[in-house]
């Protein structure tokens, strides 16, 4: 210890440092090894506080260092340079969002997401560019408006406030804190008229016919009882850089389909966010609707800082992908990810309860593409118009997504995520959807 700072990790430009109120980025301009000086950043005293400053040290030494302006292609690792140029945000050569101040002196920001395109280190990069404007500028307070993950959650360990899926504000002179380190409270706070407990640890047996999985963090359950009556557990992983937040819109979302609509989605017992099969382990599936157990597994790491970055730089290294329908502000991937699986379950709910009428109801869906039904889209009858088929194909992936075109239940999971997740009013195929989930399954 030097100083009253314990040194992590050295660079050519920067430091990481231990110090009693948290973890510290020094810049050796300003502050050498033992020598007094301020950091350029403090993060809380947390393991998550640590991955957090080593994010942003890598940023630091990344921006100053040569070459650095370059910048790296998608998927490639690296961190481009950030400026805020008058009203506009820019990461690179392009905009990313804007800064204005308004006419009460708050400071405005809106951002898209660029952690999914650059990963953890350039969202630090990206926050710390609009805490260093907001000083500049003389701002009274900052509201940041992004559904970026990783810039809420930097943005929450710093102390900045604010409800599920809002704005995050944060007041002139706020400083990193750890806030509640209790998730069943940060849930109920984010949840309101929600109910959290923690469930007890399972017994023996159960440990037994249900293995924990080396690529697993331990799991810690969760039982979420809404004041109408409507129940889910949720199975979480023990990380410290746990991001409550999509924990807690999945949760809302789950909740939120069951009381619209009704009986067919009931049923779905517990969301568990995890690696138990291939298609997760190996970011091939965002999700997967368990029907047999009534469970959703959704990806781990999205609900990880670390996990989320190291999922992000897995998808953008997979180009072959079929790309799913881009979900907007103020929603996420997570939100669409529990919708899309959420359908899952209704559907095979409704068409066990009245397969007829299961039937009808891919008629209708197909109609609107001008088939006999919609399975023609993926299994054409011989002797189809193949001119038909091509420009079904074309007008589904156009309104609704790419990876809607692969087999009839992901086309209706990927309408129901597009109704789901709307900001306006849905329009083309996703209305017409919409309007048959009313007629067809929603309780009267």
Request: aromatic share 6%.
């Given at each position: ?167 995050l504000c944060r007041p002139p002179g706020v400083s990193a804190h750890d806030g509640n380190s209790d998730v069943a ?17 399972a017994g023996s047996l159960r440990q037994v016919a249900v293995p924990a999985r080396k690529r697993n963090a331990g ?226």
């Amino acid at each position: 210890m030097t100083g009253g700072v314990r040194w992590v990790r050295s660079g050519v430009h920067f430091g990481v440092g231990r110090r009693v109120d948290g973890y510290g980025v020094w810049d050796w301009e300003d502050c050498a090894p033992g020598r007094s000086g301020e950091p350029v950043a403090v993060y809380p005293p947390t393991p998550a506080g640590r991955q957090m400053a080593e994010a942003a040290f890598s940023a630091c030494e990344a921006a100053r260092g040569p070459g650095a302006n370059d910048g790296p292609a998608d998927g490639e690792t690296g961190v481009l340079a950030v400026s805020v140029d008058g009203d506009e945000i820019r990461v690179g050569d392009l905009r990313i969002g804007s800064a204005d101040i308004d006419v009460t002196g708050l400071l405005v920001v809106e951002v898209g997401d660029v952690s999914a395109r650059w990963g953890l280190a350039q969202a630090v990069e990206v926050q710390a560019a609009v805490c260093e404007h907001a000083t500049a500028q003389a701002a009274d307070g900052v509201e940041l408006r992004t559904a970026d993950p990783l810039l809420r959650y930097l943005a929450r360990s710093g102390g900045w406030t604010g409800a599920l899926r809002a704005p995050l504000c944060r007041p002139p002179g706020v400083s990193a804190h750890d806030g509640n380190s209790d998730v069943a409270g940060q849930l109920e706070a984010l949840l309101h008229g929600v109910d959290v407990r923690r469930r007890s640890a399972a017994g023996s047996l159960r440990q037994v016919a249900v293995p924990a999985r080396k690529r697993n963090a331990g799991p810690e359950r969760f039982v979420l009882a809404s004041s109408d009556g409507l129940q889910i557990v949720l199975v979480i992983p023990d990380v410290a850089d746990l991001l409550v937040e999509n924990v807690a819109r999945s949760a809302d979302t789950a909740l939120a389909v069951m009381r619209t609509v009704g009986t067919h989605a009931r049923h779905v017992r517990q969301i568990a966010f995890n690696q138990s099969t291939y298609g997760l382990r190996h970011a091939k599936h965002a999700g997967e609707a368990a029907t047999s157990t009534l469970d959703i597994n959704i990806n781990a790491g999205y609900v990880s800082a670390c996990g989320l970055d190291a999922l992000y730089a897995a998808v953008r290294r997979d180009r072959r992908r079929g790309r799913a329908r881009q979900i907007p502000y103020p929603y996420n991937a997570v939100d669409g990810t529990t919708a899309h699986e959420m359908w899952h379950h209704i559907e095979a709910s409704f068409t066990r309860a009245n397969y007829t009428a299961s039937i009808q109801f891919r008629r209708k869906l197909g109609e609107y593409f001008g088939l006999r039904t919609l399975e023609h889209l993926s299994h054409p009858p011989s002797g189809s118009d193949p001119d038909v088929l091509a420009a079904a194909v074309a007008q589904l992936r156009a309104e609704v997504s790419d990876y809607a075109t692969t087999v009839p239940t992901e086309a209706t999971a990927e309408m129901f995520k597009a109704w789901w997740c709307a900001t306006e009013p849905p329009t083309g195929v996703v209305s017409h959807f919409a309007q048959l989930v009313t007629s067809y399954i929603t309780d009267a």
